[in-house]
């Protein structure tokens, strides 16, 4: 069995104001959410469900606001940002000590996630007649916005995204499919 990666920063409060930049695939990198056509993505009926469940986080957290995303046919980018409080410097990363993998879990960017795996996943599967099938991998990428470029950067990359499906790793039908990317992104596509 292939020994997962696990990239959060350990000892993170992960609950703290600032931005995240969240990835997450669909159960082996199954096609669910529709297609790609002239460079627009087109959702189907379960990407309209994944939608509509990744909205609900705004309205289900109050201290969350949602910026830019895109649901593709086997995956989803977003960048969440927790607002709770004043911040304005999102360089720095405070580190909160934790106990064990509990604390971990009470944290509001884990929660969120499972909030919206668990349920995006319920209804998709009450939709498709498939309950207790996968809908989503086990785990998720998400990386810690740190500064204003680097928030315009990903929010370029997801703007972009469907432009640039034809060269997606994720694009079975690539051509480019072992395409070298761009070292700054390389971390994403290595471990979802």
Same mark, same amino acid.
């Given at each position: ?9 350990? #000892?993170? =409060? ?37 939608? @509509? ?35 304005? =410097? ?12 509990? @604390? ?14 668990? #349920? ?21 990428? @998400? ?46 596509? =290595?471990?979802?």
């Amino acid at each position: 069995m292939r020994k997962r990666r696990l990239r959060r920063l350990r #000892n993170y =409060d992960y609950s703290q104001a600032g931005g995240y930049f969240i990835t997450i695939c669909t159960y082996n990198r199954e096609y669910l959410f529709g297609e790609i056509i002239n460079q627009e993505m087109m959702l189907n009926y379960v990407g309209r469900i994944v939608e @509509e469940w990744w909205v609900e986080l705004e309205k289900k957290f109050s201290s969350v606001k949602l910026d830019d995303y895109v649901i593709m046919p086997n995956h989803t980018h977003g960048i969440i940002t927790i607002v709770e409080g004043e911040w304005d =410097d999102v360089g720095a990363i405070h580190e909160l000590p934790l106990q064990d993998k509990i @604390e971990r879990r009470r944290m509001l960017i884990p929660k969120m996630v499972g909030y919206f795996k668990m #349920n995006s996943a319920k209804y998709v599967n009450r939709v498709r007649n498939t309950e207790g099938t996968p809908l989503w991998q086990r785990n998720y990428y @998400e990386h810690v916005v740190r500064s204003e470029d680097e928030w315009n950067r990903i929010r370029q990359y997801i703007r972009n995204n469907p432009l640039k499906w034809q060269l997606d790793r994720e694009n079975r039908m690539s051509k480019n499919f072992n395409l070298e990317h761009d070292r700054y992104w390389r971390e994403i596509y =290595d471990s979802v």
